[in-house]
């Protein structure tokens, strides 16, 4: 069921931003799911301790329990497939100048319809 793009634009990047896109992550795009796989990278903000700034306790660990973290390395080919799916998003959307964040977010929401549309995927060779 993966696959699936997201994105969203916010002003800041706290941890409590983060925490309420994993909320969302869980609870709207894979509400059945019994286990998300979640890679991401070493960011400080990327730990399940930014659920508890933002939720209350029971409500962090409902969300944690489903996630299966792997933090990657540099070098590896999941980072690798995530920055190629950012460089498609930064060619065809970001490359000119966008003025404020409502454009932004409107840009993107296209971008990110167009592209869960058309089942885009990314071939990667090991």
């Known amino acids: ?8 634009v ?3 990047r706290k941890a409590t931003d983060w925490a309420e896109e994993i909320k969302y992550l869980a609870d709207v795009m894979y509400p059945n799911a019994e286990k998300i796989v979640l890679v ?7 730990k399940p301790a930014s659920l508890y700034k933002k939720y209350p306790p029971a409500e962090a660990r409902r969300v944690i329990r489903r996630l299966d973290i792997h933090y990657t390395p540099k070098h590896d080919s999941w980072l690798d497939l995530a920055e ?5 998003m930064t060619r065809q959307c970001l490359v000119r ?3 404020g964040l409502d454009k932004l977010r409107q840009e993107l929401s296209v971008w990110e319809a167009n592209r869960n549309a058309s089942d ?3 071939l990667f060779a090991f």
């Open 10 to 12: 916010r002003e800041h």
């Open 1 to 8: 069921m993966g696959g699936t793009r997201h994105v969203s």
């Open 120 to 122: 885009a995927k990314i």
């Open 97 to 99: 100048r966008i003025d």
């Open 40 to 46: 991401m990278d070493n960011l400080n903000i990327h």
């Open 84 to 88: 190629i799916e950012l460089n498609v």
